[in-house]
C-alpha cells in the first residue's frame, strides 16, 4: 500500500461517487468550494498498485494567535466501507478495512504536525452501530467525542421504488398538501442568475429570524452557489406563486445520491404548501436522473424530545415516507493538549 495526493478529479470522484450513499462532501468539487473560502485542502488516497482502495479529503481551518485544526468532513473513506460494516463481513475484509483507515489516518496526523495543528476534527460515515470499529481503529490516539457539525441524524428516500410507491409511504397530509399546490399552480424552477441567488438569501434571512438558528454568511452561500452550480453538483430549486418566490433549496447531486442541504421559506401564503411541491419535484427529478438515495439531511434524534429544536423541521422531512441512518458524530483527535484547552474554554464562553 502506498499513500498519495490524489489530483485528477475524475480519479476521487469515481472512487466517493461509487461508494454507498455517496459523500459529497469527500468530493472534488466539495474540495474546490473550500478553497474559494480561502481553506488549504489536501486529497490523500491509499493505493494498491492502481487501485484505490481509500481516500480522505482535509480541510485547513485557521483559527486564532496562529492557531488551526483540520477536519475531515465524512471521512475518511473506505472501499466498500459501508456495505462491509452493515453487513458484517468476514475478518478479513474488515482487517483491511482497518488497516486502510489507520493508514489515511497516520498520514493526517502526519501532516498535522508539519502544519502545527491543535487538534483534527472526524465524522467518518460510520453508523453508529459500528462505533465499537471506529473506537478499535482510534485507540491509540487522544481522541474525545464533541458536538456534531454535519448531522448525525439524517433521514432518506429509497428512489429505487416507483412514484406511486413513494406517494403511497407519504404521510395523507403530505400527499394532500403536495395536491394542494398543484392546484394552487405553485411552480418549480432553477435558479439561474445572481437575482435568483439574492431572493433564496433574502428567504434564508427570514427563516433564520422565524426559526432561531444560526446560519452561515451569506458569501459563503454564494461562493457555495457561483463555484458549485455550473457542473450540475448543484441545484437551487425555487418555488413561485403568484410570480413572488416562497420557497427555495440548495440540493447537491453527487454519485448515487441526492443531498437536499439547505431549505429557507417564505412567511407568506403559507396556505398554498410550496415546500411540500418543492420537494416532491426535487425527489421527482433525482429518480428520473437516475440516482438511489434522496437524502433529506439533518433530523432530530429518534429519541429527542417534542421541544428539540429540529423537531418540526423532521416532521416535515419524515413525512415524506423513508427511514433514518445515525453516525458515530465527531470526534477530536488532539495533538497540542494545553491549546486544546484553552480553545474549547474559549469557545464555551462564546456559546
Known amino acids: 500500500m502506498e499513500i498519495k495526493e490524489i489530483t485528477e478529479q475524475k480519479v476521487l470522484d469515481a472512487f466517493i461517487g461509487l461508494q454507498k450513499m455517496s459523500q459529497f462532501l469527500q468530493s472534488w468539487l466539495w474540495g474546490e468550494f473550500q478553497k474559494k473560502l480561502g481553506r488549504k485542502v489536501w486529497r490523500l488516497g491509499v493505493f494498491e498498485d492502481d487501485s484505490l482502495l481509500g481516500s480522505v479529503l482535509v480541510v485547513r481551518y485557521i483559527l486564532p494567535l496562529g492557531r488551526n485544526y483540520l477536519y475531515c468532513p465524512r471521512g475518511p473513506i473506505v472501499e466498500d466501507q459501508l456495505l462491509r460494516l452493515r453487513q458484517g463481513s468476514g475478518g478479513r475484509a474488515m482487517t483491511e478495512f482497518q488497516t486502510v483507515f489507520k493508514e489515511l489516518l497516520k498520514e493526517i496526523v502526519s501532516r498535522a504536525q508539519e502544519q502545527g495543528t491543535m487538534f483534527v476534527k472526524l465524522e467518518p460515515p460510520f453508523e453508529k452501530s459500528s462505533q465499537h470499529v471506529f473506537e478499535e481503529i482510534t485507540k491509540d490516539y487522544n481522541i474525545y467525542q464533541v458536538d456534531f457539525i454535519q448531522p448525525q441524524d439524517s433521514w432518506y428516500l429509497d428512489l429505487e421504488k416507483s412514484e406511486e410507491e413513494l406517494l403511497q409511504n407519504m404521510h395523507h397530509k403530505t400527499r394532500y398538501n403536495i395536491r394542494l399546490a398543484e392546484k394552487k399552480n405553485v411552480t418549480v424552477r432553477l435558479a439561474e ?38 457542473s450540475g453538483f448543484l441545484k437551487l430549486y425555487l418555488a413561485e406563486y403568484n410570480n413572488e418566490v416562497l420557497a427555495a433549496n440548495i440540493v447537491m447531486f453527487f454519485g448515487d445520491s441526492v443531498t437536499y442541504v439547505h431549505g429557507a421559506s417564505s412567511d407568506l401564503h403559507r396556505n398554498v404548501m410550496a415546500p411540500h411541491l418543492l420537494q416532491w419535484q426535487q425527489i421527482q427529478q433525482a429518480k428520473k436522473d437516475g440516482f438511489r438515495i434522496f437524502d433529506f439531511w439533518g433530523v432530530a434524534p429518534t429519541d429527542a424530545s417534542e421541544n428539540h429544536p429540529w423537531s418540526g423541521i423532521s416532521r416535515f422531512k419524515k413525512s415524506f415516507g423513508g427511514k433514518g441512518i445515525s453516525y458515530v458524530g465527531a470526534y477530536d483527535l488532539i495533538l497540542d493538549k494545553m491549546w486544546y484547552k484553552l480553545y474549547k474554554l474559549t469557545y464555551t464562553i462564546k456559546h
Open 193 to 230: 442568475s445572481d437575482e435568483d441567488f439574492e431572493k433564496f438569501w433574502q428567504l434564508n434571512l427570514v427563516t433564520v429570524k422565524r426559526d432561531q438558528f444560526r446560519s452561515h454568511s451569506r458569501d459563503y452561500y454564494y461562493q457555495m452557489f457561483n463555484t458549485l452550480r455550473n
